[in-house]
């Protein structure tokens, strides 16, 4: 499956963003979607997960009440609604797909597909 993340841009703190992942190939609806971020000087981190059928979602800790996964398979995309933004939420955002299962395995090791990034940053 291919992927691409579009949405990004400068927010302020308290705002809200909506980033769209668009993809292709007929196996997305076997996979798994979800996003990543990476901040400057910091690994890629877990942010948010949905499964194929859209009736599962997992979330980081960090992110929980205020960002929201959603997908619309009609026409293959993937949403993240980033509400009440901090300038900790600053970071290049990936969108992601697998086929595996349980999300608290999802790690940007084992990710089997890649969107090219978006940036979102928050000023204070």
């Known amino acids: 499956v291919q992927l691409q993340a579009s949405g990004g841009g400068l927010v302020h703190t308290g705002d809200s963003r909506r980033l769209s992942c668009a993809a292709s190939g007929r196996a997305f609806f076997t996979y798994g979607m979800g996003w990543f971020r990476q901040a400057p000087g910091k690994e890629r981190e877990f942010v948010a997960a949905?499964?194929?059928?859209?009736?599962?979602?997992y979330y980081a800790d960090s992110v929980k009440g205020r960002f929201t996964i959603s997908r619309n398979n009609a026409n293959i995309t993937v949403y993240l609604h980033m509400t009440s933004l901090k300038p900790e939420d600053t970071a290049v955002y990936y969108c992601a797909a697998s086929q595996l299962q349980v999300f608290r395995d999802w790690t940007p090791d084992n990710m089997e597909s890649w969107g090219q990034g978006t940036q979102v940053t928050v000023s204070s």
């Open positions: 949905i499964s194929w059928s859209g009736g599962s979602t």
